[in-house]
Every structure is written in structure tokens, then in C-alpha cells.
């Protein structure tokens, strides 16, 4: 079945401080890829996605590129700020997963607690 | 604000009470979804509700019962729960098409005693 695997966390890092989150999935078939964020409190947020080999999903100073041949969806962010303190969640949507449709059912992986420090 | 409201926030009840937990999307979704985030644990899938009709249950225990009124209403009904099903409990809507993300409430705490 499909799987979502991310980094251990937590991930603690200085303000401007270069970011990192590792990602790798087993899919059946063509997935689309996302990131999610959820902050204190919170449900989870689209923070970005890829839908296809090799695009690059973008959103506020964050980025993931789909990469097949390596199955994986790294997140980066070049200068973290205090404000990106939460939690990270990788998914994936498979549409050739057991059913036949997914109906934009997601596959989460374990969630990956960032703090960040000024 | 995503267009998902969950209510209640936060809910405790005993293990031999009976609640309801509400999940109402503005979005025009056809598609709704219960989640089960617990401590140290991925987010599970419980249901899958398109079109009103319910497409997958995930293996959930009869003690959590869900319903779906119309398009855009979920309810997860609870009775004669554990301490263990304490968790935050997080409902999404999503279009009727593959390869679309899912937009989540801020989800209900509930703790069992």
C-alpha cells in the first residue's frame, strides 16, 4: 500500500537558518505530492504541492520538488523565521490506490515538529 | 480560515456518554473526510463520505458512527468510548476529483475520562 516517510524530528534551528525536511513515499501509481503545516491549536494548511514528476511547489519562501526517480518530496526554506514554528505533515494523493479512486484521500507521514529560535 | 468549522473545539465526556462531534464545509465540496490525529502516531483515515454516500471505513470501530446529512455536513457520532480514542479529531472536504487537496477544519479535541 501507499506509505509516507519523513524525517525524526524535532528540527531546531536559528532565525535565517537554512531548512530541511526529508520525504520519501511508495505510491502504485502516479501521486500527487503535498505538504501541509499545521501550527499550535490548529488543523492542518496546504502549504504546497506538486502534482506531477519534476514540478516544484512554492509557497510563502517554501519549496518541494517531485522528484520520481528518487520518490521523494524534500521541503526547503532558505531563511526560517520564528513564525515557521509548527509542525510539517508530507502527504500523498493516489488515484490508482486500492479502490480505484481516491477522491483526494491523503497519506500522511508521521509529522515532523520544527522549532525555530530567534 | 479554510471554509471547514468543527464544533465543538474541545469536548470531554465520559466513557459511557454520547456525543456528536459536527463538521460543516462552505466550500461546495462534494467529498468529506474524519481524521484521528493522535500523540506519535500519522494521521489516520476513519471515513470517506462523496456525494452524501459513505466510500470507505477504515477499519473503524462501531462505537464511532458517522453521518452524512447532505453534501455539506458531517457529523462523527461517539458512545462508549476508551481513554485511547482521546485525540484530536480533524474533518476535511475536498472536490470530487482525484489529485485535489483536502481542506481541513482546526479539529476537536476530546479527552475520555
Known amino acids: 500500500g501507499d506509505s509516507v516517510t519523513q524525517m525524526e524530528g524535532p528540527v531546531t534551528l536559528s532565525e535565517e537558518a537554512f531548512l530541511t525536511i526529508n520525504c520519501t513515499y511508495t505510491?502504485?501509481?502516479?501521486?500527487?505530492l503535498f505538504w501541509y503545516v499545521q501550527y499550535p491549536g490548529e488543523g492542518l494548511q496546504l502549504l504546497l504541492k506538486?502534482?506531477?514528476?519534476?514540478d516544484k511547489g512554492s509557497n510563502k519562501g517554501f519549496e518541494a520538488t517531485y522528484r520520481k526517480e528518487t520518490t521523494s518530496f524534500h521541503l526547503e526554506k532558505g531563511s526560517v523565521q520564528v513564525s515557521d514554528s509548527a509542525v510539517y505533515f508530507c502527504?500523498?494523493?493516489?488515484?490508482?490506490?486500492?479502490?480505484?479512486?481516491?477522491?483526494?484521500?491523503?497519506?500522511f507521514g508521521q509529522g515532523t515538529i520544527l522549532t525555530v529560535h530567534p | 480560515e479554510t471554509g471547514v468549522t468543527q464544533t465543538p473545539r474541545h469536548l470531554v465526556m465520559g466513557m459511557t456518554n454520547k456525543k456528536s462531534l459536527k463538521c460543516e464545509q462552505h466550500?461546495?465540496?462534494?467529498?468529506m473526510y474524519w481524521y484521528k490525529q493522535s500523540a506519535k502516531k500519522p494521521l489516520e483515515l476513519m471515513f470517506v463520505?462523496?456525494?452524501?454516500?459513505?466510500?470507505e471505513n477504515n477499519s473503524v470501530p462501531s462505537r464511532f458512527s458517522p453521518e452524512c446529512p447532505n453534501s455539506s455536513h458531517l457529523f462523527l457520532h461517539l458512545h462508549t468510548l476508551q481513554p485511547e480514542d482521546s485525540a484530536l479529531y480533524l474533518c476535511a472536504s475536498s472536490q470530487d476529483s482525484v489529485n485535489t487537496e483536502a481542506f481541513f477544519g482546526q479539529g476537536t479535541r476530546l479527552t475520555v475520562v
Open positions: 466550500l461546495g465540496h462534494n467529498a
Open positions: 463520505y462523496n456525494f452524501k454516500e459513505q466510500t
Open positions: 506538486a502534482t506531477k514528476a519534476d
Open positions: 505510491a502504485t501509481g502516479y501521486p500527487s
Open positions: 502527504a500523498l494523493s493516489d488515484p490508482t490506490g486500492a479502490g480505484g479512486t481516491s477522491y483526494g484521500k491523503l497519506t
